[in-house]
């Protein structure tokens, strides 16, 4: 059976991206002031780990309400992402 997305929640749909960014952000930052740690002084390093995986889903959140809207305007004109469903049987313990 084939279902069409015709809208998305955008303010969902940003909260999902910013988390997932911030979650990405994370170990990314880490490995990064590290390597600028032995370049930089030590201050920039700490203020990276702090700022960066913050402005990264903040990005990500700006990012996402943007394409969410986006989305339902093109959705709303031309029919939103196909897709097809299947019945799956509950799995036996």
């Not at 030590?42 to 995986?53: D, E, H, R, S």
């Not at 004109?77 to 509950?90: C, L």
């Amino acid at each position: 059976m084939k279902k069409q997305i015709v809208q998305v929640s955008v303010v969902q749909s940003a909260k999902v991206v910013a988390a997932v960014y911030l979650v990405t952000a994370i170990p990314v930052v880490v490995l990064a002031s590290l390597f600028m740690s032995a370049v930089m002084p030590a201050g920039v390093g700490i203020a990276m780990l702090l700022v960066m995986p913050v402005a990264y889903a903040i990005g990500g959140f700006i990012g996402a309400v943007i394409g969410a809207w986006i989305y339902n305007l093109v959705a709303a004109r031309i029919g939103g992402f196909e897709f097809t469903t299947a019945e799956v049987r509950a799995a036996v313990h």
